[in-house]
């Protein structure tokens, strides 16, 4: 007999007899649902989980991260903000990596459970591959029905709350800024098929230049990993067909700065003979020459949206965050 059986018989939702019965460190419930969680635990005979209990009353010190890469800089920034917030509500941050493997997050998940984490974040866009969406959902919904509570950096396909980034309109407003500043033939480092996240950005600059009567040929979009070593290999690509275009959009940072790497390996220099812009403005573009174009996603914040969302008072249905971007030209694009 499990928790969820018990929210059926007594006609409420699972987060409300989870608090019912487990108890919580933030919000009460009204006496009448109360009786009435209680009343459908003692006809079904539910026993009450201890672990459950002492995670629903705020007795763990620990929240869990989980990142595909904290070597990413995209990860790091994000970590930075979790770990700020989580400081501020005197919480401890137990990281977990899965390696570039999201199949490896519902395991992650069950051993942040297991290790009784009060709350988990997880950054990273998700997968279109429903298995492992779905076992991930399950995954979280079995730790919020144990007391734990969850929230997501990407897409809200997961049932918990979700900081959701403008990818979308951050590719479309860097399409049209290029196109601006006299950018007519585009390229696109467009990252793994059935990434979310690189799907939003890609297909949004493309019917962005559509809109503006340019189009990118099929075979200017180049897909490939979503890292520093997918850049390069996409650059070389692209370098191999010869007949640069004028820019090339990597559809993150770590990304363009692997096309910069190969760029510069076969003698092509940014931006003399090809322009380069990339998205996130994560921290070591401070370091890059020149400077890159990117949209910038507010990395450090949405970590602290995140956490602050996994820690707030439990919410019957997932809340959802909404952060904008912002197009950052830099010497990368020059006008034309």
């Known amino acids: 007999m499990t928790l969820s059986d018990v929210a059926r018989e007594a006609g409420v939702s699972l987060a409300t007899a989870s608090r019912a019965i487990n108890g919580s460190a933030n919000r009460t419930v009204r006496a009448d649902l109360r009786d009435r969680v209680l009343a459908a635990a003692a006809k079904l005979r539910y026993t009450p989980d201890a672990n459950a209990q002492a ?6 010190t620990s929240l869990g991260l989980v990142v595909h890469d904290i070597a990413d800089p995209y990860f790091s920034s994000i970590a930075a903000g979790v770990t700020r917030a989580a400081d501020r509500a005197g919480l401890q941050v137990t990281l977990a990596s899965t390696q570039h493997d999201p199949s490896r997050e519902a395991g992650l998940v069950d051993l942040l459970k297991r290790q009784r984490a009060r709350a988990i974040v997880i950054a990273g866009g998700r997968l ?14 079995d730790y919020r029905a144990v007391g734990g509570s969850a929230a997501v950096i990407g897409q809200p396909v997961l049932g918990v709350d979700a900081v959701v980034v403008a990818n979308a ?12 500043r006299g950018y007519r033939s585009f390229a696109v ?10 799907r939003e950005r890609r297909e949004a600059f493309v019917a962005a230049l559509a809109e503006l009567g340019v189009e990118v040929p099929a075979e200017s979009v180049i897909a490939s990993a979503f890292t520093h070593e997918g850049g390069e290999d996409a650059m070389r ?7 640069l275009p004028e820019v090339v959009f990597a559809v993150n940072d770590v990304m363009a700065l692997g096309a910069l790497a190969a ?22 573009l401070r370091d890059v020459v020149p400077p890159l174009t990117t949209v910038r996603i507010p990395l450090v914040d949405i970590g602290i949206a995140a956490t602050e969302l996994a820690l707030a008072e439990p919410s019957d249905e997932p809340r959802l965050t909404h952060v904008p971007t912002q197009v950052v030209l830099r010497d990368s694009t020059p006008a034309r």
């Open 55 to 60: 995670m629903a009353r705020g007795r763990t």
């Open 128 to 141: 279109d591959d429903p298995e492992t969406t779905g076992e991930l959902r399950d995954a979280l919904a």
């Open 169 to 180: 309109q951050g590719a479309a407003d860097l399409a049209r800024a290029l196109h601006e």
């Open 189 to 198: 480092l467009g990252g793994p098929d059935g990434h979310l996240t690189a």
């Open 237 to 243: 690509a692209l370098l191999r067909a010869g007949d």
């Open 263 to 284: 760029a510069r390996d076969a003698g092509v220099e940014v931006p003399r003979d090809v322009a380069l812009a990339g998205f996130d403005d994560i921290s070591t």
